[in-house]
């Protein structure tokens, strides 16, 4: 038996086997953007005796980040070679995406192959705010979020008709952090919390949505055309549409001026992990509604 002669073993890999022998590229390409993926690992890796290191191999002029769609594409395209595995999703692989350059190798060495530039692998881990309503139209505009310190919180109470640039994230993909310090810190912006050890949260449904661009990028113009990407920021910037925290999976975009629609909200997050809401923007009044405390 041959590479070639791997018969798929899941749901999964019996679509994108169907789709690959078809030559839909992109049905492929959508399939392999909500899959979880099997990376070989060393044993003492599995067992815990050591960190878990990237498995690669070299070809075409660049490395390769070596990924499988099951353990038994692992192993039979290795020769059972590789035996350990650690899984991952795509949009994991991108947070954590050791070098721009670098490519991800998909079954190499199977029928359903796969070669993605670093590009490639950021834009179906983390597609755009507009692609995703055009990916799950049902699901609606999903709220996102800002921190803000007290003093751009006295901006916007008193500056008129409130605009936002900069960056903001997924309010979703932080839902489940209740306490301050682990979403500042997850977030990378310790400087945000509050002397209380509070924090400031602007969280706002966008319209527009292609005013909220997903920041795929580098750290130099090198990095950033290696992607393929548009914005250049210092470090520890990833450039992979993510807040640069490999621990956390947090889809973040930028914005230039964009106004706040009626129905924004600044809330405070205490020390407690209790979410107080302290200011409700009204579009038609142009103004914003404070909210008292009891």
Not at 27 to 36: E, I, N, P, T, W
């Amino acid at each position: 038996m041959t590479s070639n002669d791997h018969q798929p073993v899941t749901p999964f890999e019996e679509r994108l086997w169907a789709a690959c022998r078809d030559g839909q590229e992109a049905l492929s390409l959508g399939l392999l953007r909500d899959a979880d993926l099997a990376l070989p690992i060393t044993a003492a890796a599995a067992a815990g005796t050591e960190t878990p290191a990237w498995a690669t191999a070299t070809g075409s002029g660049r490395t390769w980040v070596l990924a499988y769609t099951s353990v038994e594409a692992m192993r039979l395209a290795t020769g059972g070679v590789a035996t350990h595995c650690r899984v991952a999703s795509l949009v994991e692989l991108a947070a954590g995406w050791p070098d721009p350059w670098w490519g991800l190798a998909i079954n190499p060495g199977l029928t359903a192959a796969f070669l993605l530039e670093s590009g490639t692998v950021a834009r179906l881990a983390v597609p755009t705010l507009a692609q995703d309503r055009l990916l799950d139209p049902a699901s609606g505009v999903p709220a996102v979020q800002k921190l803000l310190s007290p003093a751009h919180v006295h901006d916007l109470l008193t500056g008129g008709e409130p605009r936002i640039s900069g960056y903001c994230h997924h309010a979703l993909d932080v839902s489940h952090i209740a306490t301050p310090a682990v979403l500042a810190d997850a977030l990378r912006q310790p400087d945000m919390l509050t002397e209380s050890g509070s924090l400031n949260i602007l969280r706002w449904r966008p319209t527009g949505l292609d005013l909220y661009r997903t920041p795929y990028g580098g750290t130099d113009e090198e990095r950033r055309d290696a992607v393929a990407g548009w914005v250049v920021e210092e470090p520890p910037f990833v450039g992979m549409g993510l807040v640069p925290n490999v621990d956390h999976v947090i889809r973040e975009y930028k914005v230039y001026g964009v106004g706040l629609p009626h129905g924004a909200e600044i809330w405070e997050l205490t020390h407690g992990g209790t979410e107080h809401r302290r200011a409700l923007y009204h579009g038609d009044l142009r103004r914003w509604l404070l909210i008292g405390t009891r």
